[in-house]
């Protein structure tokens, strides 16, 4: 899985032999590449020898240790070199812990849901700098920064109209769906990251290469130059999104609201049209619909879509249906197509307005009637636990396992699911 890169040389105080910089989004340089033996000792083997810790070092190593929940967070030169990178960008990383405030609540809820370290989201910044819009060189798009051969495999749609590599909601469930996969084959959590960068198959590659070792710095010099560095990176984030202070780092007030409703809509309308009828700003509701390619929310009575807004007055909504309801233009919401989803974003506030509940979204194969507590699903090829959970409201992977007692067992097309109905 390409990623974005976005590379200035900086020049560092200390002496280090030149390396490929992994991807960090923000500025990178020129990394160490001299094999360190344990990175939980208080030294560091430089190209000119085994070097002690300085105070600084230790304090750093001190912190990490202190913020490690389930994904190991080791300090060595490699992670050094990066916080000092990412530390010497002050502006940039002070403009990235604002925009954290929106997106990490969206992360935290699908990872919560898939079973994985909420920890992971640092990841992001790493890809994209939390940028919906970003693409890079080779075409990884999006806050996760997905191709679309494994956009695909991991259930994220892209069309004339929607590319949900870009939806910080559906992404975010197709990046933990690929880092479950990746921890359930290597039993990793740095494995599972650094695949995120270069693949499963060249993990498999260089754990082969170094005897079957099983640990992300025992294998890291039979991996590529990129995904060497992308895992001291992470490190590097981890910590610095924890001690910004520290390094005065003055964190930039996101530039939108936190506050946020969710409207599914099913039938076409323009971004503009909305922003015309609520006067909210149209490049406002661009950055928080990010997914439509055209600005048009292409929803249908089969596949509602979602559409994102600041918080506003009932009468603004009112004035909405009513506008686009009475007018007879192409472009009209039902009214039993706009429903407020408290779910949709853990964290984020959200209200109820007109409308009914939907049932679930789209394309979803679904049966029953008002005597069953769920509805049935079918498996597409390419479906993922994860994806479905994020179909259906109130639904989760625990949720579906224990309905269906299912453990491990892979999903097949063609197997039919109960879905809870809430």
């Known amino acids: 899985m ?20 992994v991807s960090t989004g923000i500025k990178a340089g020129p990394v160490n590449t001299a094999t360190t033996k344990n990175y939980h000792d208080t030294t560091f083997v430089h190209a000119a020898g085994t070097v002690p810790l300085t105070g600084y070092e230790t304090l750093i190593q001190r912190r990490l240790d202190s913020i490690r929940k389930d994904v190991p967070l080791d300090y060595n030169e490699y992670v050094q070199n990066y916080i000092d990178l990412y530390i010497q960008n002050r502006e940039e990383m002070g403009r990235v812990v604002g925009l954290s405030k ?43 920064q997905f191709m679309t051969t494994t956009a695909k495999l991991y259930g994220l749609n892209m069309d ?74 992470y490190i590097a984030v981890a910590y ?55 600005q048009i929310i292409n929803g249908s009575t089969a596949n509602p879509r979602r559409l994102i807004l600041p918080q506003t007055t009932r009468e603004k909504y009112a004035a909405l249906y009513d506008a686009l309801n009475n ?8 009214r039993h197509a706009v429903y407020m989803a408290d779910n949709e974003r ?22 029953g009637s008002n005597k069953h507590d769920f509805i049935t699903y079918k498996v597409k090829r390419g479906d993922t636990l994860i994806m ?4 259906f409201d109130g639904s989760s992977v625990e949720k579906i396992r ?8 892979r999903l097949q097309p063609g197997m039919t699911l109960k879905i809870s109905r809430g």
């Open 102 to 144: 929106y997106y990490f609540p969206i992360y935290e809820k699908a990872f919560r849901n898939a079973g994985i370290p909420a920890e992971i989201e640092y990841l992001s910044i790493v890809e994209s700098k939390l940028d919906p819009n970003a693409v890079s060189r080779v075409g990884a798009t999006g806050p996760w």
């Open 240 to 294: 610095v999104m924890n001690y910004y202070s520290k390094h005065n780092i003055l964190p930039q007030a996101c530039s939108f609201s936190l506050n946020i409703d969710t409207v599914l809509v099913d039938k076409f309308v323009s971004l503009r049209t909305i922003s015309s009828v609520i006067n909210v700003d149209f490049s406002l509701l661009s950055l928080l619909n990010p997914a439509y390619k055209t």
């Open 346 to 367: 853990a964290g984020h506030s959200s209200k109820y307005h007109k409308g009914r509940k939907l049932r679930s979204s789209g394309d979803d194969e679904t049966s």
């Open 2 to 21: 390409k990623r974005l890169f976005t590379v200035l040389i900086c020049f560092l105080s200390i002496a280090l032999v030149k390396a490929a910089p």
């Open 388 to 391: 479905i959970a994020s179909k």
């Open 327 to 334: 007018s007879g233009i192409v472009g009209a919401i039902s």
């Open 402 to 409: 224990s309905m269906n007692g299912l453990k491990r067992v």
């Open 160 to 233: 004339n109209y929607v590319d949900e590599r870009r939806d910080p909601v559906r992404a975010s469930y197709a990046a933990a769906a690929y880092i479950k996969d990746a921890y359930e084959e290597f039993g990793d959590w740095l494995l599972a990251i650094a695949s995120y960068n270069c693949g499963k198959s060249s993990i498999e590659s260089a754990i082969a290469q170094a005897g079957g070792a099983n640990d992300f710095w025992s294998i890291r010099q039979y991996l590529p130059a990129e995904t060497r560095n992308y895992v001291p990176a």
